[in-house]
Nanobody
Framework: QVQLVESGGGVVQPGGSLRLSCAAS????????MGWYRQAPGKERELVAA???????NYADSVKGRLTISRDNAKNSVYLQMNSLKPEDTAVYFC????????????WGQGTQVTVSS
């Protein structure tokens, strides 16, 4: 069992920055692919960025060059550095942990609100 707790959301002006953190409890954190998803009002949840156990990353096209995902296995944590924020980045951001071997295990955090507004 893995529990995920996000923090770092808030209100920021366009062009500003925020850093989201996700702290994981439980064992074998380093074996999980960690991801950040977001869901805006009236829209489906979408993948923003992910980092696997080998530190390979992938990003949604809409955030490339502005958002950076990283992980610290010693602290059981994953981060999302968000720069040059736009109003369309406004959403609830969710932390996700996924492992597919030896069996599929997936966990979600409760979400943290990010609002980009002047």
């Amino acid at each position: 069992q893995v529990q995920l707790v996000e923090s770092g959301g808030g209100v920021v002006q366009p062009g500003g920055s925020l850093r989201l953190s996700c702290a994981a409890s439980g064992s074998a954190f380093r074996t999980y692919t960690m991801g950040w998803y977001r869901q805006a009002p009236g829209k489906e949840r979408e993948l923003v960025a992910a980092i696997d156990s080998g530190d390979s990353t992938n990003y949604a096209d809409s955030v490339k060059g502005r958002l950076t995902i990283s992980r610290d296995n010693a602290k059981n944590s994953v981060y999302l550095q968000m720069n040059s924020l736009k109003p369309e980045d406004t959403a609830v951001y969710f932390c996700n942990a996924l492992r597919t071997w030896p069996r599929r295990l997936e966990y979600w955090g409760q979400g943290t609100q990010v609002t980009v507004s002047s």
